[in-house]
């Protein structure tokens, strides 16, 4: 399977609901992997199940792709010399691909009932045999397909799966081997004529010249059945060579079970909305499953590409960590240039996330601060939080945190530090200063010192640098919270 042949990899999602990150995974490693061998990335589109695919998922697709910073060389937008790359567009190709495997003996119409169907599978799985499909009608004679038609029967298109192992090399897994009875005829057509999955699937990776196939786990099953088709289409002259498969890992959610599409951690689109940087969301996703080295967690997708190789590739499940996502998140928001930064926060800076009118917003301010913001953000959403205090009349006080630093005595201590911090000089390390002497009046430390400053000035416990915040929001705006904070200790 696979030969010297320039590589060409495929992502192919079907357009059903929001982009999850395993299929995010998916496409990255593949991607990478294309892009690691000078190969081509073809993006195509599984639409085939009408019920289920939607238009507006499609547009978000591509939209995700190319938050992601995807590019692809064959597919939408793209075109291509193997177009069209939407599966709907291509129903004419597996009609004639069906009826060629007809006609040639690889595939034969199936007219069981689903009850019937039912009853034997029961009574396989009864005798403790495998329960799937008998193969009852591998040999139907003209006489009993009249007399099914004539009885109104539907027929499916099933594939003749050869009887003896299948073994192949994963180039994940290793050498795996699965016998006929686990692996028995399958239906490639419905009785509507539709097309499945197993047919359209095989079919346009051979007619796209696809060199290696990348994907998850919950497809190994369907890789034996897919390369005993991928014979009859080499014999049939359709195909010119079986693909190598490498199966990724499962990726896992909570409980230890596999993180689905269900899972609220799953959804792409959560991450867009908190503000993820695509190269970060991207970093720790390849290491679900792959890493640069063992001494290395944080790197560019450029360094992603030069060292990727799919035989490095974990064949156990991966845990997704949020945590450690945000961490590596903010690793590499740390890593921006700070004009760069600045620009990322844009959004969250604006309704409908700021709770400030837009008149109070003043760019200068936040661009003195961002910096501070910079080295502590782990997720860009967590800006407008940080900074609101800058840009609204009062700030917008935790009770927790009120509570917490506004013990017995702090209306003393902040009366001192009051008096200290109206003839310091405005800058942070004289801010810093005057607290600390205030504290050491009282007999506290810096940290119990500078608590009931923070929350009179910020609202909150813990956030930004405060002498660096407060030389930023100025003499008269900190003094004015400061007596807010000491009027509301009094009444």
Same mark, same amino acid.
């Given at each position: 399977m696979a030969s010297a042949s320039p590589v060409r990899v495929r992502f192919c999602p079907s357009p059903t609901g929001n982009p999850h990150v395993g299929l995010v995974r998916t496409a990255l490693f593949n991607w990478a992997f294309a892009r690691h061998h000078g190969g081509t990335l073809v993006f195509r589109i599984e639409d085939t199940d009408a019920a289920r695919d939607s238009e507006e998922s499609y547009q978000q697709l591509l939209d995700s792709m190319r938050w992601l910073g995807f590019d692809w060389d064959e597919g939408p937008e793209v075109g291509g010399p193997h177009a069209p790359y939407r599966q709907s567009q291509r129903m004419d190709i597996y009609q004639d691909v069906a009826r060629k495997l007809l006609e040639g003996g690889y595939a034969y119409r199936c007219y069981c009932t689903a009850e019937e169907l039912d009853a034997r599978r029961d009574a396989a799985r009864a005798a403790?045999?495998?329960?799937?499909? #008998?193969?009852?009608?591998?040999?139907?004679?003209?006489?009993?397909?009249?007399?099914?038609?004539?009885?109104?029967?539907?027929?499916?298109?099933?594939?003749?799966?050869?009887?003896?192992?299948?073994?192949?090399?994963?180039?994940?897994?290793?050498?795996?081997?699965?016998?006929?009875?686990?692996?028995?005829?399958?239906?490639?057509?419905?009785?509507?004529?539709?097309?499945?999955?197993?047919?359209?699937?095989?079919?346009?990776?051979?007619?796209?010249?696809?060199?290696?196939?990348?994907?998850?786990?919950?497809?190994?099953?369907?890789?034996?059945?897919?390369?005993?088709?991928?014979?009859?289409? /080499?014999?049939?002259?359709?195909?010119?060579?079986?693909?190598?498969?490498?199966?990724?890992?499962?990726?896992?959610?909570?409980?230890?079970?596999?993180?689905?599409?269900?899972?609220?951690?799953?959804?792409?689109?959560?991450?867009?909305?908190?503000?993820?940087?695509?190269?970060?969301?991207?970093?720790?996703?390849?290491?679900?499953?792959?890493?640069?080295?063992?001494?290395?967690?944080?790197?560019?997708?450029?360094?992603?590409?030069?060292?990727? #190789?799919?035989? #490095?590739?974990?064949?156990?499940?991966?845990?997704?960590?949020?945590?450690?996502?945000?961490?590596?998140?903010? #690793?590499?928001?740390?890593?921006?240039?700070?004009?760069?930064? /600045?620009?990322?926060?844009?959004?969250?800076?604006?309704?409908?996330?700021?709770?400030?009118?837009?008149?109070?917003?003043?760019?200068?301010?936040?661009?003195?601060?961002?910096?501070?913001?910079?080295?502590?953000?782990?997720?860009?959403?967590?800006?407008?939080?940080?900074?609101?205090?800058?840009?609204?009349?009062?700030?917008?006080?935790?009770?927790?945190?009120?509570?917490?630093?506004?013990k017995e005595g702090s209306d003393a201590l902040l009366r001192t530090a009051r008096a200290k911090l109206e003839t310091a000089e405005w800058n942070a390390e004289a801010l810093k200063a005057a607290v600390l002497a205030a504290g050491e009046e009282h007999g506290l430390k810096l940290g119990k010192a500078q608590a009931p400053v923070r929350v009179a000035a910020t609202g909150r416990t813990v956030g930004l640098p405060l002498f660096e915040s407060l030389e930023i929001l100025g003499r008269e705006r900190t003094l004015a919270r400061v007596d807010a904070a000491l009027a509301k200790l009094a009444a």
């Open positions: 403790g045999k495998p329960s799937g499909y #008998d193969g009852t009608c591998r040999v139907v004679t003209p006489e009993q397909e009249a007399a099914y038609e004539a009885e109104g029967r539907a027929s499916i298109v099933r594939f003749r799966m050869p009887d003896e192992p299948i073994t192949f090399t994963d180039l994940v897994r290793g050498e795996l081997t699965f016998t006929p009875e686990n692996v028995p005829d399958y239906g490639i057509v419905r009785a509507n004529g539709a097309p499945l999955y197993t047919l359209v699937n095989p079919v346009d990776d051979a007619l796209m010249e696809i060199t290696h196939v990348l994907r998850g786990e919950d497809l190994l099953s369907s890789t034996p059945r897919q390369i005993a088709l991928y014979k009859a289409l /080499i014999e049939l002259g359709i195909a010119k060579e079986i693909p190598a498969f490498g199966h990724l890992p499962y990726v896992m959610g909570e409980g230890n079970k596999k993180l689905s599409k269900r899972d609220p951690q799953a959804s792409l689109n959560l991450y867009r909305e908190r503000g993820f940087l695509p190269e970060g969301l991207l970093n720790y996703l390849s290491l679900l499953g792959w890493s640069l080295s063992a001494d290395q967690d944080i790197f560019t997708m450029d360094e992603m590409v030069a060292a990727f #190789d799919i035989k #490095d590739v974990n064949a156990n499940p991966a845990r997704f960590d949020l945590k450690k996502c945000e961490s590596i998140n903010g #690793d590499h928001m740390r890593r921006m240039d700070v004009k760069a930064f /600045i620009e990322a926060c844009g959004p969250w800076l604006k309704a409908p996330f700021a709770p400030w009118a837009p008149e109070a917003f003043d760019q200068a301010v936040f661009e003195a601060i961002a910096p501070h913001a910079q080295t502590r953000l782990t997720v860009l959403s967590d800006i407008t939080a940080n900074v609101d205090f800058f840009f609204l009349d009062e700030p917008a006080h935790d009770e927790a945190s009120w509570a917490k630093a506004m």
